[in-house]
């Protein structure tokens, strides 16, 4: 057993009180994933520091992430450089730490430089970190940090947080935080429906603020009913409805699961194409948009469609569909207007954004997961991910920007400094609740669920994953002689086996 190194450095230093409990790793030695931030810290001078400096990154990584070892160790490194990339934009501001989306201020940023686009983003990421405070104190700046309301730049763009916030209460089992948030999560959907509501019962907003401007089918003026804010919002209900029942308030949870059950209903009459069979947005003339975006997987997100629509995910793997060489396309490849935007201002009209890829793969997990279909596989996940890290080059060394080039995966704007350590998108979160398969569950039943295809690695391993105050290590091992712990699946709570399989299957252990 390799003991969690004792880290002394005082920006690092994390009180027993906030971390979720995590005693030592069981199976990876920690220092010999060492020589990765090595190299990211020597790769170009460090001209913006925040609450951690690069000085300061490995030993604030061997205090909070989970750690992570597979074949592909150009895969294994950016598993690493996402999280010494989040660490970066964790600032410390009077009002506790937030996260930034851009290390450079950007004009249309709120205050300390804050933009609530990927906070859902953020979240999903941060969930995994041994210290709360980072999420915790973000969380509490965007709802209740304006006096005591929320942030007045919390709607610039749609955000899915708070149910982001009930799949991390998932994780940290943190029901007194959770909880303390009920009534901000509730005056949050009370402005959505103020400020976007439309009278057939759908939510509209511009592609602008989704994050996802000069769309196909998007306008930065037109009252556009999307499957994103949609989907988002029938999240947050259903979340509403969760933790509103966790805190007791049973009328408030009967009434949030009805605006869910409701939304869910006005999505599928009318944002669903029978003819494309696909999720589209809808114009305020009452057309459908002609085309097939990325957005139309976003409702998988949350499980929000029935077992017929999983027939729009042909498009996933089909090259006229979003099948690139070097991603995931923000529309389908056969339309007319495909990449005809231009560069350089932000087009999602094909091009592939990490923030849509990683929504898409989160849609794809639960797919595989939850619902019985036989149009895509294990395999379509591994390699639209194993593509992902892919691309995270640039000039020969780690890098994630804004948006890239889908065939030869050159990134557009790659040179601006608003662009470099883009926090814009997760991919720890993707490998650890993706790949590895760990979902997060409300109850004390560890479920594992790898969507490693059988034939490709013949071994990983995922140690020091703190999860309902437990320690978890989830290993394959072809042999059994990688690691020694026998062969096949193994999954241990604070180093005691509770699950195990000789095949990559799903698999169900009790905490201890």
């Known amino acids: 057993m390799n003991r969690r190194w004792m880290v002394l450095a005082v920006a690092v230093l994390v009180p027993v009180s906030v971390r979720q409990a995590r005693g030592s790793t069981f199976v990876l030695d920690p220092s010999a994933f060492r020589h990765h931030v090595d190299f990211f810290n020597t790769m170009e001078p460090e001209n913006i520091v925040n609450a951690i400096p690069n000085r300061a990154a490995w ?17 294994e490194e950016i598993y690493y450089f996402r999280w010494w990339t989040f660490r970066k934009h964790i600032k410390q501001t009077p009002d506790g730490y937030v996260l930034t989306e851009f290390l450079d201020k950007v ?27 980072y999420i915790d104190e973000y969380v509490r700046f965007w709802y209740t940090g304006h006096d005591g309301e929320l942030q007045p730049h919390f709607h610039q763009y749609s955000h899915w947080a708070t149910w982001a916030l009930y799949r991390r209460y998932l994780v940290n089992q943190d029901k007194v935080f959770l909880t303390s948030l009920l009534d901000a999560f509730v005056k949050d959907y009370e402005a959505w429906e103020a400020e976007r509501g439309l009278p057939n019962g759908l939510f509209w907003q511009y592609d602008v603020r989704d994050g996802m401007e000069e769309s196909i089918s998007g306008s930065r003026k037109a009252h ?22 966790l805190a007791g308030r049973e009328s408030l949870a009967r009434e949030y699961a009805g605006k869910a059950a ?18 589209k947005a809808r114009f305020p003339n009452g057309a459908l948009a002609d085309v097939r975006e990325e957005i139309g997987f976003i409702p998988w997100y949350f499980n929000l469609p029935e077992p017929d629509h999983s027939i ?45 890829t990683s929504q898409t793969l989160v849609g794809l997990a639960n797919l595989l997961r939850d619902y019985e279909q036989e149009v895509v596989t294990v395999s379509d996940y591994f390699d639209a991910l194993h593509t992902y890290a892919r691309s995270h080059r640039y000039r020969g060394k780690p890098y994630i920007g804004e948006y890239l080039d889908e065939i030869d995966g050159t ?35 560890v479920q594992v669920h790898s969507l490693l295809p059988v034939d490709s690695w013949d071994w990983f391993c995922l140690d020091g994953v703190p999860y309902h105050g437990h320690t978890l ?14 062969k096949g699946l193994r ?4 180093g005691r086996e509770i699950a195990a399989a000789d095949r990559l299957i799903s698999v169900q252990g009790e905490l201890p």
């Open 59 to 75: 030993d604030w990584m061997v205090a909070n992430v989970p750690f992570f070892e597979c074949p592909d160790k150009r895969f």
């Open 107 to 133: 004009s249309h940023s709120g205050e300390y430089n804050t933009i609530s686009c990927a906070l859902g983003h953020h979240i999903y990421e941060g969930r995994w970190l041994c210290d709360g405070r």
């Open 224 to 245: 556009n009913a999307r499957p994103t804010l949609n989907s988002y919002m029938a999240a947050t209900a259903l979340a509403i409805a969760k933790v509103a029942a």
């Open 262 to 279: 409701k939304l869910k209903t006005l999505m599928h009459a009318l944002l669903w194409d029978e003819d494309a069979l696909f999720f």
């Open 312 to 356: 729009a995910w042909k498009q996933f793997s089909d090259p006229q569909g979003f099948s690139a060489p070097m991603g995931i396309t923000t529309a389908e490849r056969r339309h007319p207007a495909f990449r005809s935007h231009g560069v350089g201002t932000c087009e999602w009209d094909g091009a592939v954004w990490p923030y849509a």
């Open 411 to 445: 990134w557009l704007r790659p040179d601006s400094d608003r662009s470099r350590y883009y926090n814009h998108s997760t991919f720890c979160d993707l490998v650890i609740a993706g790949l590895a398969g760990l979902v997060p569950r409300a109850d004390d039943t």
């Open 473 to 486: 290590t989830i290993l394959w091992d072809r042999t059994g002689v990688k690691y020694g712990k026998g």
């Open 491 to 494: 999954v241990f709570a604070d």
